[in-house]
Antibody, heavy 118, light 107 residues
Framework: QVQLVQSGHEVKKPGASVKVSCKASGYTFTSYGIIWVRQAPGQGLEWMGWISAYNGNTNYAQKFQGRVTMTTDTSTSAAYMELRSLRSDDTAVYYC???????????WGQGTMVTVSS | EIVLTQSPGTLSLSPGERATLSCRASQSVSNNYLAWYQQKPGQAPRLLIYGASSRATGIPDRFSGSGSGTDFTLTISRLEPEDFAVYYCQQYDSSPQTFGQGTKLEI
């Protein structure tokens, strides 16, 4: 079935970087985009950006410009989100999700908890 | 950036009752590119409604969406126990594809 499986819990120190992976299966990876969304503890959903799995084009939220890089590997149907210069307020669950062109996000990964603590 | 404001913040109802959740946009959402998601504790969000009024695959018909422009509504006609959760609206018309702050539906 169609699914996105994310990498496991990460614990990082302030100033470090984290790279979260998202492995797709059950569909043609290059026919969809991938978005990344994060959710701080007890808070709402925050859109971080989008990447086309077809050609690698990206669109990042202004808030994360310069600190985030989204990539894909079409040979393994995987997407990656790297966030640098981590701060304590980056502690959150990070989700990847499938984004059809011109339509709403329809499939979500299970989420990856990233904890930033000294 | 389109800001989405959901109301109420918390809605207290009982099973069998009707729930009406609102999502208001700071500017018009073109093509009705507005979705609703349900999120339960410890789970990823689940798509309920896309295009403002189309139900996603497998979503019961007690869920319905309506609205256009800047005002959108999610209605749950008869609440089931499993419907008590947090609901988010999201616009996917323009970047950043913002979410509302959520409405918590509690018993």
């Amino acid at each position: 079935q169609v699914q996105l499986v994310q990498s496991g819990h990460e614990v990082k120190k302030p100033g470090a970087s984290v790279k979260v992976s998202c492995k797709a299966s059950g569909y043609t990876f290059t026919s969809y985009g991938i978005i990344w969304v994060r959710q701080a503890p007890g808070q709402g959903l925050e859109w971080m950006g989008w990447i086309s799995a077809y050609n690698g084009n990206t669109n990042y939220a202004q808030k994360f410009q310069g600190r985030v890089t989204m990539t894909t590997d079409t040979s393994t149907s995987a997407a990656y989100m790297e966030l640098r210069s981590l701060r304590s307020d980056d502690t959150a669950v990070y989700y990847c999700a499938r984004k059809p062109t011109g339509n709403a996000v329809d499939i979500w990964g299970q989420g990856t908890m990233v904890t930033v603590s000294s | 950036e389109i800001v989405l404001t959901q109301s109420p913040g918390t809605l207290s109802l009982s099973p069998g009752e009707r729930a009406t959740l609102s999502c208001r946009a700071s500017q018009s959402v073109s093509n009705n590119y507005l979705a609703w998601y349900q999120q339960k504790p410890g789970q990823a969000p689940r798509l309920l409604i896309y295009g403002a009024s189309s139900r996603a695959t497998g979503i019961p018909d007690r869920f319905s969406g309506s609205g256009s422009g800047t005002d959108f509504t999610l209605t749950i006609s008869r609440l089931e126990p499993e419907d008590f959760a947090v609901y988010y609206c999201q616009q996917y018309d323009s970047s950043p594809q913002t979410f509302g702050q959520g409405t918590k539906l509690e018993i």
